[in-house]
């Protein structure tokens, strides 16, 4: 994960150690290139933009071209900044509330949102948590047994497949049982889109009245880089998110997707998908992060 921009980065860094007195021209030109290396990671270009506007404005300062060690502390305010892009704090899952908690998974067609729901669902149960499954995608066939299927390998306990039901019906059975038999968390997988489509927006509004989700948790996938952060803000525009999931960051060289996030769409990333199987999942800590870009 963001190899070229860490080795980017790291050589704009080395350069404004290695000397003792910085100029301001110095602090500019270096921020010409961290600009330069974030659009090259395929940052949104106004994110990039306020990104270096904001550390420049206070890497400029007296104070800091007169420090003793001016590169390490333009390199802190540097590390500060990521920090913040990335989304500052950690965001927790909202799953405290009176049992069960519903935690709903939208996303693209692909995105990786199945394997996702039962990635989560595993780490949960592993947390101690009483854990239900529940597809709601009727649409695509298969896609209630495939999380079954992944509810058996995560040792997570799956709503019973009743044929012909539509999503808001499953929904309210899922709620139902999940009352009934003491879970702690219902996880509802809704069914995957080609593209952000009237229909199944309204399918997802009518579930989401039903079951009143603490968490609506879109999940996209990395490498599509800006597109990405498109698609977060389309979803965003018609459903309350409470955070982003985002998947195949294992093979996501550049980080574009999780640098834009939280500026354009405001919402938080809350876990990062890190590979096929089902523990390949962590939770999303911006400063941890921010420590790995910049090495
Ligand atoms: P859905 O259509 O959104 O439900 O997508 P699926 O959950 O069926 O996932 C599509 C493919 O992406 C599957 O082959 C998953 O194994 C794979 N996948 C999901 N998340 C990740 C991830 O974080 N990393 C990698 N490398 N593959 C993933």
Known sequence: MFESLGDRLGGVFDRLRGR?????????????????????????LPVARDFVDKITEAAVGQQVLRSVTPGQQVVKIVNDALVEMLGGDSAELEIGVTPPAVVMLVGLQGSGKTTTTAKLARLLRKQGKKVMMASLDVNRPAAQEQLTVLG?????????IVEGQQPVEIARRALQSAKLQGYDVVMLDTAGRLHV??????EMQAVADIAR???????????????????ARNFSDQVPLTGVILTRMDGDARGGAALS????????????GVGEKLDAIEPFHPKRVAGRILG
């Not at 489509?197 to 309204?202: G, R, T």
């Not at 989700?213 to 597109?227: A, F, H, K, M, W």
Request: aromatic fraction near 2%; charged fraction near 25%.
């Open 197 to 202: 489509d009237q229909a199944l927006m309204a």
């Open 213 to 231: 989700p603490n968490e609506i948790l879109l999940v996209v996938d990395s490498l599509t880089g800006q597109d990405a952060v498109n698609v």
């Open 152 to 160: 058996t390998q995560a040792e997570v306990a799956t709503l019973p």
């Open 261 to 272: 996030m939280r500026a354009v769409t405001g919402k938080p990333i809350k876990f990062a």
């Open 20 to 44: 003792g007195a910085l100029t301001e021209a110095d602090v500019r030109g270096a921020m010409r290139e961290v600009r330069i290396a974030l659009l090259e990671a395929d940052v949104a």
